[in-house]
């Protein structure tokens, strides 16, 4: 066993329940193969980093995600029911303690993320103890290493940049933040959509997204948003 061994773990909500926030653009079958494609294109991604990586950890109590998993030799962590991101990878921490090890917690909505992005985070964290992450444009956590495994709880939601960042100062370790432009969005709202095809990728994700034209739906919604506002200040103007 290496002592800078590391794990990268993905935690995948079921595909039903997935990208809830996009039913204005994408209907549940739609949105059902988009999480497919994203997951797809973060193991590729990390199918990549074989040489760097102890192995994939794959954290769902989706069949389907499973069986992808497992197409990419990634080991999986079988939630009972649906029991939330973080005490799902509290449970994954729980298991790599033993290893002393690191791990990279890639959220499976960040079909972006590239092998360099993950070959960084590794590097942040290649002393003990380290905590290193991206800022989700929201105020989120868009990649979290940490070494050890256990060295932070694992804070996802609402601003978890600063509850990290917070929670490694107290430990007594300094964050080392990484700046990562085209990672502050991973695909959860129609904005988020936008940003995502300004950017031209070969991801399965951006194919996906392409062959649904979209870009041309984003421009609809955004149409019918706006005449909706227009004609509620009218109403609002009579009288």
């Known amino acids: 066993m290496r002592s800078g061994e590391t794990w990268a773990v993905v935690p995948v909500k079921p595909f039903r329940v997935a990208k ?4 204005a653009i994408l209907d549940d079958d739609e949105r059902m193969d988009l999480a497919r494609a994203m997951l797809e294109d973060v193991l590729s991604a990390l199918d990549a980093c074989s040489q760097r990586l102890d192995g994939v950890i794959v954290v769902t109590a989706d069949d389907e995600a499973s069986t992808i998993a497992r197409r990419h030799d990634a080991i999986v962590f079988g939630e009972t029911g649906v029991m ?47 905590v290193a992450l991206v800022r989700a444009h ?3 956590t868009n990649l979290l290493a940490c070494r050890p495994a256990s060295a932070i709880a694992p804070a996802f939601g609402p601003d978890s940049f600063n509850a990290h960042c917070v929670a490694a100062t107290r430990s ?68």
């Not at 809830?20 to 039913?23: A, E, G, I, S």
């Not at 993950?118 to 290649?126: C, F």
């Open 20 to 23: 809830q926030r996009l039913t």
């Open 138 to 140: 929201d105020g989120g």
């Open 84 to 130: 939330g991101m973080n005490t799902a990878l509290t449970g994954v921490v729980d298991h790599l303690a033993a290893r002393s090890g690191g791990m990279v917690v890639v959220p499976a909505d960040l079909p972006h993320v590239s092998p360099g992005d993950i070959d960084a985070m590794i590097d942040l964290i290649s002393r003990s103890p380290a």
């Open 172 to 239: 007594g370790i300094t964050p080392t933040v990484r700046f990562a432009p085209h990672l502050q969005f991973d695909i959860d709202r129609p904005e988020d959509l936008v940003a995502f095809m300004a950017r031209v990728s070969t991801t399965r994700t951006y194919a996906h997204l392409s062959r649904l034209k979209v870009q041309h739906r984003l421009q609809n919604e955004a149409g019918s948003t706006s005449r909706r506002g227009s004609s509620e200040r009218g109403r609002g103007s009579l009288g």
